[in-house]
């Protein structure tokens, strides 16, 4: 307990989103888009022309960011920059891998569900509950 990150309390908080065109585009007619006044947005669209770069970068970008709170990236992106997703282990912003309309989620490569399993498999064993 003594170890951990306080959480940053922002009323201005932001979500931003690492996606396909499709996806991306919901999310921002559900209003998560922002634009500040450096013309910097909150979202990468991702398509067959966006270089792994420019995906890295997004991802550096947005997870160094004070005002975003949970950074979205669909399951197939994060799989093309899979060791910094990896790597990335603060609470904030949080990292979620969400499905896209052409790519399923799976669960298997989902690292926050793996790490989640590896916790409490291991609070089961260290208490005895199985």
Request: no cysteine.
């Given at each position: 307990?003594?170890n951990?990150?306080?959480i940053p309390t922002?009323?201005?908080?932001l979500?931003?989103?690492?996606a396909d065109?499709d996806?991306?585009?919901?999310f921002?007619?559900?209003?998560v ?7 910097k ?6 398509d067959?022309?966006?270089t ?14 004070e005002?975003i ?24 912003p949080a990292?979620l891998?969400i499905?896209s309309?052409d790519?399923p989620?799976?669960?298997?490569q989902?690292s926050?569900?793996?790490r ?7 609070e089961?064993?260290a208490?005895g509950?199985?």
């Open positions: 307990m003594a951990r990150t306080p922002n009323n201005s908080a979500i931003a989103m690492i065109e996806t991306v585009t919901g921002l007619m559900a209003g888009g922002n634009v500040d006044l450096r013309r947005t909150n979202y990468l669209i991702v067959s022309k966006t792994v770069k420019a995906i890295e970068d997004a991802f550096k970008e947005f997870t160094t960011r005002d709170a949970v950074v979205l990236i669909s399951q197939y992106v994060a799989n093309m920059i899979r060791f910094l997703v990896d790597g990335y282990n603060k609470p904030v990292i891998e499905p309309k790519h989620y799976d669960p298997a989902d926050v569900l793996s989640v399993k590896h916790l409490f498999s291991t089961s064993v208490s509950r199985r």
